[in-house]
């Protein structure tokens, strides 16, 4: 299966600011997809980005507040924007399995904290 | 909208016992996995079942799927310290693509 590395493993921001999480995957991917999990709480999608087009985002999340690049079939990367301790969360980044292996792989997450 | 829940929410087990955790969808699911997070960590995949009444076995753990493919279940038999984490089905409805749904999770507590 895919491995992902993804950084920074945890943050403490300022509220008003901005965070860019990025995430690198060792093989080339479609599809890479964004959750955030708040604590105690299962995981829900933001966004999935797709190579050369607009992320597809879900309901409840809009482009302004999440932005997300995919420059290429490797890497992207979330912003978190005008944080509010709201934000506060883990966010994770996720890739579908290949070949025989059809689970998802997650990276190991971002633990953000909006103070 | 579509919903993925399971129950218990959460269930504290002495070492040895036995542990299940039952994930039940809105929607006929195409197909449903099953991932482990540990305390601190990220979710880990473990099995896919898609056949209806599907029976998959990984050494003390036990999946199914059911027969209306509409729910399903993990039973872990005699719990070991290590089994300690949430346990999260997700849910494969029909004609949705890659979408699928993180159920609610069960955190397994074991103690020693």
């Known amino acids: 299966s895919a491995v992902i590395s993804q950084k920074p493993s945890r943050d403490i921001c300022q509220r008003g600011t901005s965070l860019t999480i990025q995430c690198q995957v060792d093989?080339?991917?479609?599809?890479m997809f964004w959750y955030r999990q708040q604590p105690g709480q299962s995981l829900t999608l933001i966004a999935t980005?797709?190579?050369?087009?607009?992320?597809?985002?879900e309901s409840g999340f809009v482009i302004d507040k999440f932005p997300i690049s995919r420059p290429n079939l490797t890497f992207s990367t979330l912003t978190v924007s005008n944080m509010s301790p709201e934000d506060s969360s883990i966010y994770l980044c996720?890739?579908?399995?290949?070949?025989?292996?059809?689970?998802?792989?997650f990276g190991s997450g971002t633990r953000l904290t909006v103070v | 909208g579509q919903q993925v829940m399971q129950i218990p929410q959460y269930q504290h087990v002495q070492e040895g016992e036995d542990f299940t955790t039952y994930c039940n969808s809105s929607?006929?699911?195409?197909?449903i996995q099953w991932y482990k997070q540990r305390p601190g960590g990220h979710p880990v995949f473990l099995i896919q079942?898609?056949?209806?009444?599907e029976v998959k076995k990984q050494k003390r753990l036990t999946f199914q799927f059911g027969e209306a493919k509409k729910n399903s279940s993990l039973h872990i038999t005699a719990t070991q310290t290590t089994d300690v984490g949430t346990y999260f089905c997700?849910?494969?409805?029909?004609?949705?693509?890659?979408?699928?749904?993180f159920g609610t999770g069960t955190s397994l507590t074991v103690i020693p």
């Open positions: 996720s890739v579908a399995g290949q070949g025989h292996n059809y689970g998802y792989t």
């Open positions: 093989s080339q991917v479609t599809m």
């Open positions: 980005a797709n190579q050369g087009s607009e992320a597809t985002y």
């Open positions: 929607t006929t699911l195409s197909n």
């Open positions: 079942l898609v056949k209806s009444g």
């Open positions: 997700a849910g494969f409805p029909y004609n949705t693509g890659n979408q699928f749904y």
